[in-house]
């Protein structure tokens, strides 16, 4: 056993399990998964046992004195930045890093509508459908996003 599990939802349809995921991937560290499975009907007894939030995902540090509980992907992040320094998961540079945490916190609390009607799917293609009401504005607003970002900050990127 390591010293992390992180308890995740189906990486290709659970955007925020995926995220936790690329994070810990990134410091290089090793850890366990654990999954839990969204379509079983004890779904909420099931993630309750890890996470007080009775949501996924949540990260566990195993430590000598019992479990540490990270339960919120953004505060996973900024742990494991602490916790691997090198491991590079913000931007160096202090604005850079000042747009990228507010990056993620616009898309961590944002984009109703494009979850809504597009709900992450990596496995499946799903053309023409999923443009409800909100959505190409969302869209609109995350491309601008990238491609401010590129132009910023996007030379010499670090990417693990
Ligand atoms: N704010 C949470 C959101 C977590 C979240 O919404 N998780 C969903 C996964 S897609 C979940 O656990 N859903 C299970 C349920 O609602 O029963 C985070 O940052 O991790």
Known sequence: MTVFTLVMGNRASSSWSLRGWLALK??????????VWFKRPDIKEQILIHSPSGLVQVLKHHKKDGDLLIWETLAIIEYLDELFPDAGLWPENQDARAVARAVSAEMHGGFGPLRNHMPMDLQNQWPGEGMG???AENIKRITDIWEDCRDQYGEGVNSC
Do not use: N, P, R
């Not at 990134?26 to 999954?35: K, L, N, P, Y």
């Open 26 to 35: 990134c410091t290089g560290v090793a850890f366990d998964e654990a999954m």
């Open 133 to 135: 009401e909100g959505v």
